[in-house]
């Protein structure tokens, strides 16, 4: 079993950054892949940011190419999101997901272990 807790979200205006962090308990957690994913009102829950086991690859949503950076710190079971350039579309619940069995670039569905997710707002 994996407990992930993020932390980071809040208020921030257009153009600003926001440091997501993710803490993953469990004794396999750093054998996981680990995504980042968001969910806007009224809309469907879609991948932001996924990392390898390794941290040695990564994937990003187009949107968010440039100005999201995923990265991860093995030896403190951690995951960070860099957020930066922020846009008012940006806004949603953002939550952290261990893989488990899957790859890192499988699908939000095949992710075995959720957050319970932190809420970003992004003012124009």
């Known amino acids: 079993q994996v407990q992930l807790v993020e932390s980071g979200g809040g208020l921030v205006q257009a153009g600003g950054s926001l440091r997501l962090s993710c803490a993953a308990s469990?004794?396999?957690?750093?054998?996981?892949?680990m995504g980042w994913f968001r969910q806007a009102p009224g809309k469907e829950r879609e991948t932001v940011a996924a990392i390898s086991p390794s941290g040695g690859n990564t994937l990003y949503a187009d949107s968010v190419k440039g100005r999201f950076t995923i990265s991860r710190v093995n030896a403190k079971n951690t995951v960070i999101l860099q957020m930066n350039s922020l846009k008012p579309e940006d806004t949603a619940v953002y939550y952290c997901?261990?893989?488990?069995?899957?790859?890192?670039?499988?699908?939000?569905?095949?992710?075995?272990?959720w957050g319970q997710g932190t809420q970003v707002t992004v003012s124009s």
């Open positions: 997901a261990a893989a488990g069995g899957s790859s890192y670039y499988s699908p939000s569905s095949k992710y075995a272990y």
């Open positions: 469990g004794r396999t957690s750093n054998l996981y892949g």
